[in-house]
């Protein structure tokens, strides 16, 4: 096949690319640029936090002797996904940037552009499994990425290869290593990407501004601190809150909630951040039926729970079988059949 | 490379000595440049005394704009301003965007026309007594538009003021001759007429002030400090004098080749658009166009594919491709200037390269449109 792998200059999507090359296929590499830079008469400032990346990618590329280019996403990746980013926060739900970021750019904006050119697919270094339009957890429990996947359809899986999904994160690393790829050390890329210094609360203030509104305890109904914006916190959150008014019965309170209607966050005791049962709206269904009963996991990351899910108006509502604690609309609900993917949603309730 | 810079480089490289040394074998390598220095002062119609070799067309044009800027300020505190065409090379827009910055210096970036030329009634109207050099290359690296250099130099010179001129391009495509074309300071670069790379040459009038940027030995004229690399000047000079000798021909022979690609091009494309002069003032080995509905991106990865080495404007250097400042200086909007495309001919470009080009483009092109903005 023509492929066209996305290389982000880290070891994963190196190896992906050697791999599709061991495999004869004929591949092209190609590094996205995807961070910011005012548009000016100079053009040198562009990618400055994404030079060494596609130094990176480039040398891997030179390694492989696959031709290489830079595409540059960085209006849609600022539209698609840091936009979608603030807003999400700004309407009290905490989003997925990586998961959006699969869903818009590299499966859409990057596949259709491969595609359109006449490749065959995109070949990434995704830890999962797909095989037939399957797909399924990486055999690294650690690493595996399925869950910021699981959003992409079946036409953008059709187009899509990991080679991957075998491998654990050292085979990988020692892989790299074998071919004398300068990555194959290479840290482990964390956070958000666009976030450099890691500030999630910093980013969106300076996009957002100061919102302040009422901490208020939902046991009590009392205003028991002041905050500066509701963006800066999470449904869970016990630290920083900075109340001034201690609970009655001297226990730890949480974030319950965030409401930016009122720009009041309501926090109370741990009990009160279980849930039982999750509305998810825009679902996405990647087998022929809805399982009644199926696990779903809540975050990248998180714990699995079995859970009887039921069709609804606006999507699925799933119960759990064991409560799930600090669970935030926003996030993705992802059903697994075992280790296979069943289908994608987007929480909007918790109870 | 030349084959006989390539010879002059090697026959430089295996005798030792350093130029500025006193013995003979210093004495030696200080022949090997001063006869570099004598060749390549003739085959660009200057003065030996009026060369300073410098590591090639970056540093050229550094010390020349921020050079001649310090040495006028000093001499005048309050010529503190540039000109400078919208189009020149990122070697002297960013120098002069640094001088900007950093030295209390302000910039007027002359307006240029549709075909990307700057009018010397133009350049007078904004020449005033706080300027301090004025600088627009000779000929464009992307669009190849050819300057009216000694007029605007006569300009410039209306007031006293310096004039510099990045010829990059201009060696061995363009006639070129430094005391006829009145300029002050002139760049080249050995790399673009078959010189080695990293080997250049700042030509500049013995009476014009320059402020060294590199501080040392003083090797060059008390402007440029470092030891001359005596091979690299052999194989420029070498390269200078066989390139001008034959201009006439090589550029007889690009413009034909360059004329019937442009011509085949509007044909298989029709709705190409020809970027720059359309008439005999500009580079004859360039030819520039704008595929509408096309970004530049996906034309070169396609072509690439099939054997076919174009260039869109300039990439930052982690690669990503802008749309060129040249062409939105010439009134383009930005997808027209992403939709544009550089072929370049050379000495080694035929016939057989423009018929291959012809055959791959319209797929190309019909290919390229699919994908979506």
Same mark, same amino acid.
């Given at each position: 096949m023509k492929l066209l792998a996305a290389m982000s200059g880290g070891v994963d999507s190196a190896v992906a690319a050697a791999l599709a090359v061991d495999a004869g296929h004929d591949v092209t590499g190609v590094h996205l640029a995807l961070s910011e830079a005012p548009a000016t008469l100079r053009s040198g400032s562009r990618g400055c936090c994404s030079r060494e990346d596609a130094r990176d990618a480039a040398r891997t590329a030179d390694v492989l002797d696959i031709p290489f280019y830079v595409w540059d996403l960085a209006d849609r990746f600022r539209s698609e996904v840091i936009d979608d980013f603030v807003a999400e926060y700004a309407a009290g739900r905490t989003p997925n940037p990586c998961l959006r970021c699969n869903e818009r750019i590299k499966f859409t904006a990057v596949l259709d552009r491969a595609l359109a050119l006449g490749f065959d697919g995109v070949v990434t270094g995704h830890h999962a499994r797909l095989d037939q339009g399957v797909l399924r957890r990486s055999v690294d429990p650690d690493k595996d990425q399925s869950y910021v996947l699981a959003v992409l359809t079946p036409e953008q899986l059709a187009g899509t290869v990991l080679p991957l999904g075998q491998l654990t994160k050292a085979q990988v690393r020692e892989l790299a290593a074998a071919r004398g790829l300068a990555v194959a050390d290479k840290p482990d890329s964390h956070d958000i990407c666009f976030i450099a210094d890691g500030d999630t609360a910093g980013f969106l203030r300076e996009r957002l501004g100061d919102q302040p509104g009422p901490v208020v305890d939902a046991l009590t109904g009392a205003v028991v601190g002041q905050h500066s914006g509701a963006y800066g916190y999470t449904v869970g959150q016990r630290k920083g809150l900075h109340l001034t008014v201690p609970a009655p019965d001297g226990r730890p309170r949480y974030v319950l909630s965030l409401s930016p209607v009122d720009r009041s966050v309501t926090v109370g005791p741990v009990e009160a951040l279980e849930v039982g049962e999750v509305s998810a709206v825009r679902p996405l269904l990647l087998a022929d039926a809805l399982p009644t009963r199926c696990r779903v996991q809540l975050r990248a990351h998180g714990m699995v729970h079995h859970c009887t899910v039921r069709e609804s108006d606006e999507g699925w509502t799933i119960a759990l079988d064991t409560p799930a604690r600090g669970i935030a609309a926003g996030q993705a609900a992802v059903l697994y059949d075992g280790d296979r993917v069943v289908g994608s949603a987007t929480v909007s309730a918790a109870r | 490379m030349l084959p006989e810079a390539v010879a002059a480089v090697t026959a430089a490289m295996v005798r030792t000595g350093n130029p500025s040394s006193l013995h003979a074998a210093g004495r030696a390598a200080r022949r090997t440049v001063e006869e570099g220095r004598e060749a390549l002062a003739a085959a660009l119609g200057a003065r030996p005394s009026e060369v300073v070799f410098t590591g090639g067309g970056t540093e050229s044009d550094n010390l020349a704009v921020k050079g001649i800027y310090f040495a006028r300020r000093a001499a +005048?505190?309050?010529?503190t301003r540039i000109l400078a065409s919208a189009v020149e090379h990122h070697a002297v827009l960013d120098a002069v965007e640094w001088l900007v910055e950093h030295e209390h210096a302000s910039v007027t970036w002359l307006p240029v026309d549709a075909v990307g030329r700057v009018h010397p009634d133009e350049l007078r109207a904004f020449l005033t007594d706080d300027v301090a050099l004025v600088t627009v290359m000779?000929?464009?690296?992307?669009?190849g538009t050819v300057q009216p250099i000694r007029q605007l130099a006569e300009v410039a010179h209306e007031r006293g003021v310096p004039f510099h001129t990045d010829a990059v391009q201009a060696v061995g495509q363009l006639p070129l001759d430094f005391a006829a074309s009145g300029v002050d300071a002139l760049t080249v670069t050995g790399h673009k007429f078959g010189g080695p790379l990293g080997s250049g040459a700042l030509l500049i009038g013995r009476e014009i002030a320059c402020t060294p940027l590199l501080h040392g030995g003083?090797?060059?004229? +008390?402007i440029r400090s470092g030891t001359v690399d005596a091979p690299g000047v052999a194989g420029l000079a070498a390269a200078a004098t066989l390139a001008t000798e034959r201009q006439p021909v090589t550029a007889a022979r690009l413009a034909a080749l360059r004329d019937d690609l442009v011509a085949r091009v509007l044909t298989a494309v029709p709705d190409a658009v020809l970027n720059g +002069?359309?008439?005999?003032?500009?580079?004859?080995?360039n030819a520039h166009f704008s595929f509408p509905g096309c970004e530049g991106d996906s034309l070169l990865l396609l072509l690439d594919a099939r054997g076919v080495e174009v260039s869109t404007g300039s990439a930052c250097s982690s690669g990503v491709a802008r749309p060129s400042h040249d062409l939105l200086a010439m009134g383009a909007d930005e997808d027209r200037a992403r939709a544009s495309l550089r072929f370049s001919l050379g000495h080694t470009s035929t016939a057989a390269d423009v018929d291959a080009l012809i055959e791959a483009l319209p797929a190309v092109v019909e290919r390229a449109r699919l994908v979506r903005r």
């Open positions: - | +005048d505190p309050r010529r000779w000929a464009n690296n992307e669009v003083n090797q060059e004229r +008390d +002069d359309p008439g005999s003032l500009r580079l004859p080995g």
